[in-house]
């Protein structure tokens, strides 16, 4: 059974940094794809980057490009998402979503449906 866990959300001010982890279990990490997204109220699920850790390639949604950084410790089976520069529209439930075998597409397109496991999600709140 896979499991992801993602941890780090909080309370920061504009401005500030988080950093977001998702642990993995049940997959083969190495032929995986991690993907971050966020739902803010009243919006749709949107992904934001998305890491290949096989081919160690990442995307970046234009909203979040030069702000935050996706990253990969094979060993831990964890994904990061360093975030800086926060901003109130930031504000959202992140999630981590993983895929095994995953096509290019699939890290360039970050489409909710392509994703088959998915975290339970973390808050983060960013104050102006």
């Known amino acids: 059974e896979v499991q992801l866990v993602e941890s780090g959300g909080g309370l920061v001010q504009a401005g500030g940094s988080l950093r977001l982890s998702c642990a993995a279990s049940g997959i083969t990490f190495d032929n995986s794809a991690i993907g971050w997204f966020r739902q803010a109220p009243g919006k749709e699920r949107e992904g934001i980057s998305c890491i290949s850790n096989s081919a160690g390639i990442t995307n970046y949604a234009d909203s979040v490009k030069g702000r935050f950084t996706i990253s990969s410790d094979n060993a831990k089976n964890t994904v990061y998402l360093q975030m800086n520069s926060l901003k109130p529209e930031d504000t959202a439930v992140y999630y981590c979503?993983?895929?095994?075998?995953?096509?290019?597409?699939?890290?360039?397109?970050?489409?909710?449906?392509?994703?088959?496991?998915w975290g339970q999600g973390t808050r983060v709140t960013v104050s102006s």
């Open positions: 979503a993983a895929v095994q075998s995953p096509e290019w597409l699939t890290i360039l397109i970050m489409r909710v449906t392509d994703f088959t496991s």
